[in-house]
């Protein structure tokens, strides 16, 4: 059967992408460039809704000296993830040395701009380059975070009181993890030969007592997140509580993850600044520029640890390849 031109350059092209595959870090790096342009075009809507002028006055009165503060508390979140982390590599006894491990969660925060945070698979690739773990045994780990992530943020979203003035977004994450939690649980997976080990990896994480237990993990970790929002509210002087904050931060975060957007960004933004205005009664650009010092304190904080994170792997990595 003749193939046409075209083909043969497909053919071509994939044992080519075989013989010289990307690396992780590229991968990542090619990601953050586009998201960056994605990332510029919503600080140009948000200037445009707010006025970049007053926009700008808004942030030159913020007390930034509270800046390093909501930073340490959105570290802090990141310490009880890598808690919950550590665990399910325990749970699934993948071993890796403690501070190797921590180099890998951390690079993984590079990948928090994508879709639903599925980018964080990338841990799966260095945990392979690293320790030859296999991709399929791994990356249940991920998909237990992200449906952890999302149980605890319904948490908070009850507890803040918000769960029946947004009780269908909230019915929503709750469908999609009790979907994903039926389907794990299931045989149906079983029937998949290419999946390996994942399916039986995938039920010891997300079995009861240990989601129930990562839950209240994931809550704590998410409820320092919006402390640190609270600190950039506090620091524009607005009139929002703690509750209201929590309320802000966890849907705008959770209507940002199930848009599957990279990084939620524009829809989280757009939700979060409305959340604002309403609960808080504040003008356009002091709602802006809380947003954008949440995102920062938030979002940014833990691209930038992600990118420390990948260099750090990256030196590891080399280290146990040395003779």
């Not at 092209?13 to 870090?25: F, G, K, L």
């Not at 700008?56 to 503060?69: C, K, N, T, V, Y």
Request: hydrophobic share 55%.
């Amino acid at each position: 059967m003749p193939f046409s031109g075209r083909a043969c350059f497909a053919r071509a092209s994939v044992r080519n992408d075989r013989s010289n595959p990307v690396s992780p870090r590229v991968s990542a790096l090619r990601a953050l460039v586009l998201v960056a342009v994605l990332a510029a075009a919503v600080a140009v809507g948000l200037g445009l809704y707010a006025d970049f002028g007053r926009l700008g006055d808004e942030l030159g009165s913020f007390r930034w000296e509270l800046f390093p503060l909501a930073l340490a508390l959105t570290a802090l979140n990141y310490l009880i993830r890598f808690f919950r982390w550590q665990r399910y590599l325990e749970r699934l006894a993948i071993e890796v040395p403690p501070w190797h491990s921590f180099a890998i969660f951390v690079a993984g925060l590079a990948m928090t701009i994508t879709p639903a945070k599925l980018g964080e698979l990338l841990k799966c690739g260095l945990l392979k380059r690293s320790f030859a773990v296999p991709v399929r045994r791994s990356a249940p780990v991920v998909l237990a975070e992200r449906v952890t992530d999302a149980t605890g943020v319904v948490v908070l979203v009850v507890a803040g009181g918000a769960g029946t003035r947004s009780w269908p977004l909230v019915l929503l994450a709750l469908v999609a993890v009790a979907g994903v939690v039926a389907l794990v649980r299931s045989p149906v997976l079983e029937r998949f030969a290419r999946l390996g080990e994942a399916p039986g990896a995938a039920r010891a994480l997300l079995g009861t007592r240990l989601l129930a237990g990562m839950t209240l993990v994931s809550a704590v970790s998410w409820l320092c997140e919006c402390l640190a929002a609270y600190v950039c509210v506090r620091g524009l002087r607005l009139d929002l509580s703690l509750s209201d904050t929590i309320v802000v931060f966890s849907l705008g975060s959770l209507a940002g993850a199930l848009s599957f957007l990279p990084g939620g960004l524009g829809v989280a933004e757009t939700s979060m600044t409305g959340l604002i205005r309403v609960l808080g009664d504040v003008p356009r650009a002091a709602a802006a520029a809380a947003t954008v010092l949440i995102r920062l304190a938030t979002l940014w904080f833990a691209v930038a640890l992600g990118l420390v994170g990948l260099a750090v792997e990256a030196r590891l990595a080399r280290r146990l390849k040395a003779p």
